[in-house]
């Protein structure tokens, strides 16, 4: 569904991921770990097309995606959380989730949304700005679905957010794959999140993928030790 081959970014003069390959099944959770500054927020970036590649491609469902603009990946069926989730604070939940409609066409938000989160049915009419920052997580993944994504990918989703909210979070991601049978690429630094809902835990160390293993096999100790400074 999403492969990623010897992907080369680069800020300037100063490579950031060195040939990263990185395949991803159809229905597949993928976590991405390591530490910050290790490249997971660029590879989600370059994934969509907002920090340009310098070498390597990016195919979705086989079609190129390295040469498009972010909106034409969107349109095409990636979808993207950005790290700490740049919901539009002065726009109702409503027209938070209104705005990823553009893309599929929509001007009425979906029901099946509201069913994954009730929480934004409730405050709909409430601005974006005045919701926790649970709240806004659950905004930006309706956004994003209201694209109608083939990929989701998930930039440390859990960031800033209490533990009892990561737990129903993993169950509505686990939800969303099983009920609109989308891939999902998640970012992330909390090991037990991972192991919750990923089929795979990969480890990114300084710009290379160093670990890639099904969640049967994950040695906690040994991934542990990339994620502790």
Do not use: C, W
């Not at 190129?64 to 993207?80: D, F, H, I, Q, T």
């Not at 509505?172 to 990923?198: H, N, P, Y």
């Not at 835990?201 to 670990?211: A, K, P, Q, T, W």
């Amino acid at each position: 569904m999403l492969a990623i081959s010897d992907l080369h970014v680069a800020y300037g003069q100063s490579e950031v991921l060195h040939g990263l390959n990185v395949a991803v099944a159809p229905n597949e959770i993928v976590a991405i770990m390591g530490r910050n500054g290790m490249g997971k927020t660029t590879l989600m970036k370059s994934l969509m097309g907002i920090v340009p590649t310098k070498s390597g491609s990016v195919s979705m469902d086989g079609s190129e995606l390295s040469a498009l603009p972010s909106y034409e990946r969107v349109a095409k069926g990636l979808a993207y959380v950005p790290q700490g989730r740049m919901i539009f604070s002065t726009m109702t939940v409503k027209e938070n989730i209104e705005t990823g409609l553009v893309v599929s066409g929509g001007s009425e938000v979906p029901e099946d949304i509201y069913e994954l989160f009730p929480v934004l049915l409730e405050m709909k009419g409430r601005r974006g700005g005045n919701l926790s920052g649970g709240q806004q997580q659950q905004l930006a993944i309706a956004r994003a679905l209201a694209t109608k994504p083939k990929v989701l990918l998930l930039d440390e989703p859990t960031e800033g957010i209490q533990p009892s909210i990561i737990k129903d979070m993993a169950r509505t991601l686990k939800r969303i794959r099983d009920e609109r049978g989308l891939s999902i690429v998640v970012s992330e630094q909390v090991l037990s999140f991972a192991l919750d809902i990923a089929d795979r835990v990969l480890v990114i160390e300084n710009g290379e993928i160093v670990r890639d293993d099904p969640r049967d096999s994950v040695d906690a100790a040994q991934v542990s030790k990339y994620l502790s400074v």
